[in-house]
T-cell receptor, first 117, second 120 residues
């Protein structure tokens, strides 16, 4: 158990809908990262937050957004869902993440499996 | 741009054999970090090891060992005396400091993974 929790574990929804995935980082970790794992694209970095602020952006679609709250939990919002958004979404956390970092180990949650029908 | 290549899509061996998973990376940055993660059938990603670009010492942890060679941009992973429980998808990943674009660091860049099957 990495200490990172994600809810829900599974989510089934229809095209065009909007969903919210939730992540709680390990105790003491300030950085949260979101990744998408799909058969086509593999594991891709979406976005990072550090202590409530966006820190780095990867291949995140404009239909997707995220935020990190004062209690450090994070939510990933996916809207106008398409069939191709079906994937396993991982949240990871690390201790730091301030500028100049990169060396921190990221610990991953169990993932949320999203199926868009 | 940075890239991680795991050329072996799937490897199947019989239990107790040794097996090496290859990882080749590309980056322009001189400071970077390499990782291996394991994804068992249950789906979670389990951290195995982190290696810094300025530390080329190889590492051994039980049946696991890692060979980091900057000259060939490789970070290979060997499992000695494999066991059925080692069956999983193994990912190599790279993270760099943004030396060429304002500092900080991006997320992990993952390879496509190697599916390791250990047969009893």
């Amino acid at each position: 158990d990495s200490g990172v929790t994600q809810t829900p574990k599974h989510l089934i929804t229809a095209t065009g809908q909007r969903v919210t995935l939730r992540c709680s980082p390990r105790s003491g970790d300030l950085s949260v990262y979101w990744y998408q794992q799909s058969l086509d694209q593999g594991l891709q970095f979406l976005i990072q937050y550090y202590n409530g602020e966006e820190r780095a952006k990867g291949n995140i679609l404009e239909r997707f957004s995220a935020q990190q709250f004062p209690d450090l939990h994070s939510e990933l919002n996916l809207s106008s869902l398409e069939l191709g958004d079906s994937a396993l979404y991982f949240c990871a956390s690390s201790v730091g993440g301030a500028s100049g970092g990169g060396q921190e180990t990221q610990y991953f949650g169990p993932g949320t499996r999203l199926l868009v029908l | 741009a940075q890239k991680v290549t795991q050329a072996q899509t799937e490897i199947s061996v019989v239990e107790k054999e040794d097996v090496t998973l290859d990882c080749v990376y590309e980056t322009r940055d001189t400071t970077y970090y390499l990782f291996w993660y394991k994804q068992p059938p249950s789906g979670e990603l389990v951290f195995l090891i982190r290696r810094n670009s300025f530390d080329e010492q190889n590492e051994i942890s039980g049946r696991y060992s890692w060979n980091f060679q900057k000259s060939t941009s490789s970070f290979n992973f060997t499992i000695t005396a494999s066991q059925v429980v080692d069956s999983a998808v193994y990912f190599c990943a790279l993270r760099t400091r943004r030396e060429h674009s304002g500092g900080g660091a991006d997320g992990l860049t993952f390879g496509k993974g190697t599916h390791l099957i250990i047969q009893p």
